[in-house]
């Protein structure tokens, strides 16, 4: 029975507002030297936009599912994600930097299911990096490629109606 969901950030819950600028390079950059100023940090955070279709559905998957994010990214984005997107709201937040683990390493993924209170084999997993499917399956965990935000909505509410008889 999927008792959980846990999203990947970037590519799944926001997508990139920009190309991948000079501007851009030179702050992640910094960002993993934690030599960006406050404002570059919040410049790179607001650089994304929420992918509106799965956003407008939270509100319906929190009566649900718990829910969480597991993100490889700078620790210095982290409490900026929430102020600008308020994830916490329907969701916990699992990143990379702050656990000492990254994606796509198991330990990562038994965090976030630890935070939100589920087993692994209870979750549904989705992330737009396809290089993953194999540390998911060690943990018997469900995993959708998400080779297109579209595409991977598609495959999710699919997921959805097949194994959890919820239709979005």
């Known amino acids: 029975m999927i008792k959980g969901i846990l999203f990947d950030w970037h590519g ?3 997508e990139s ?3 991948k ?3 851009t390079k030179l702050i992640y950059s910094k960002l993993m030297e934690n030599t960006a100023t406050e404002d570059e940090i919040i410049e790179i955070v607001k650089s994304y936009k929420k992918y509106e279709p799965l956003w407008e559905l939270l ?3 929190k009566q649900y599912f718990k829910m969480c994010v597991v993100n490889n990214g700078p620790k210095a984005t982290y409490d900026y994600w929430d102020k600008y997107y308020g994830y916490s709201e329907f969701m916990g937040f699992v990143n990379s930097e702050i656990e000492g683990v990254e994606k796509p390493e198991p330990e990562i993924y038994k965090i976030a299911c630890e935070k939100v209170g ?3 084999d209870e979750v549904i997993y989705m992330d737009d990096s396809c290089g993953f499917p194999e540390e998911t399956e060690q943990l018997n965990m469900n995993f ?3 080779d297109s935000t579209e595409n991977g909505l598609k495959k ?3 997921f ?3 194994y959890a008889d919820i239709k979005l």
């Open 21 to 23: 600028s000079e501007r």
């Open 156 to 158: 999710f509410k699919e």
């Open 59 to 61: 509100p319906t998957l």
């Open 160 to 162: 959805l109606e097949k």
């Open 144 to 146: 959708i490629h998400w």
């Open 17 to 19: 507002d920009e190309g």
């Open 12 to 14: 799944v819950l926001v």
């Open 118 to 120: 589920v087993n692994t």
